[in-house]
């Protein structure tokens, strides 16, 4: 993100009437540097890409951990990119943004946890404090999804969720129907940067489990968090049931998964599938996401992400950092 707002910006000019300004920028191993009329972006860029960390000799540096910027730094956003925690329930990221919430701060994050453990303590103190609290790179990337929800299916009531949400899974899967075995497919992708140094979130279904409770609890109005998804990943398939599915014309992918319940209520699920040829979910390879959403007045919406990066992420965040601009400009009018 910061490569893109103070080296690249020219290259993309729907970002010209984006006027931001950092204050800070707080991490958990690298540092920290913060400075009321705007940090020095290339300086820190230069500094995170050549030593690993922001430089003490750098005039910006400071010792500040993330729950105390959140409470002190002077800001009008709140950017949270901290990690998904299943292990502490979305902490520590919670606490970041409900601070930043109690000071009328409006928060944009990329981080799932927050919204698959407290959804609606964190949107019902945004609505109370008047802030707008956005996420929209929390689920497949930058792809317009809880956009697309939000302002595009107004009247629709949104009755299951279906789709592939991990894009670790569904490389690692992909590259074992080639014949790779499991180990060797999670080491590529974490050469090629499409897994973390601990897969495990990924592997065991924790990851996609999180983003399917996101989408449930913004869309179909439950209440869920990830231990109460169903939830089987992918360590215990084989290069033999993969070719096995495709034999067949079939492939195993991961699917999410979220209902209405008959009774009231929403259920969700995570585990491995068999897809059958021409279903919108089969021809999803490599790091591709997509989502099918069905409602009550729609024939069901696909919307597949091909191949996402990095720079994906880095777009939904823009994305709602354009959209609390616009929101405060309006407000201001």
Known sequence: MVRVLAVERDRY???????????????????????????????????????GRFSIRNPDFVEMEGLQAARQLDYDVLVELTPLSIEHRGEPAISYIRSALERSRHVVTANKGPF????????????????????????????????????????????????????????????????????????????????????????????????????????MEADLNPSKVERRGIENVTIGDLQEARARGDRLKLICRAARREGGGVSAKVSVETVPAGHPLWSVSGTGNALRITTDLMAPIVVVQDNPGVKDTVYGVLNDLITVAEGTNETSK
Not at 17 to 33: E, F, K, M, N, P
Not at 122 to 134: C, E, I, N, P, Y
Not at 168 to 178: A, G, K, P
């Open 116 to 219: 698959a453990f407290a959804y609606r303590d964190l949107t019902s103190l945004a609505d109370s404090r008047g802030v707008q609290l956005l996420h929209e790179s929390t689920v497949m990337d930058g792809a317009p999804i809880l956009n697309m929800a939000r302002h595009a299916l107004k009247g629709c009531r949104i009755l299951e969720l279906e789709g592939i949400l991990n894009s670790t899974t569904n490389y690692v899967l992909s590259r074992m129907e080639e014949g790779l075995a499991i180990t060797d497919a999670v080491e590529l992708a974490q050469l090629q940067g499409y897994a973390e140094a601990d897969p495990t979130l990924d592997l065991q279904g924790w990851d996609a489990a999180a983003k399917i409770c996101v989408l449930a609890n913004a869309f």
């Open 13 to 51: 000019p729907g970002l010209k009437d984006l006027d931001i300004q950092i204050v800070g920028i707080v991490t958990g191993s690298r540092g920290s540097v913060a400075n009321e009329a705007g940090v020095d972006l290339v300086r820190a860029l230069l500094e995170l890409e050549g030593e």
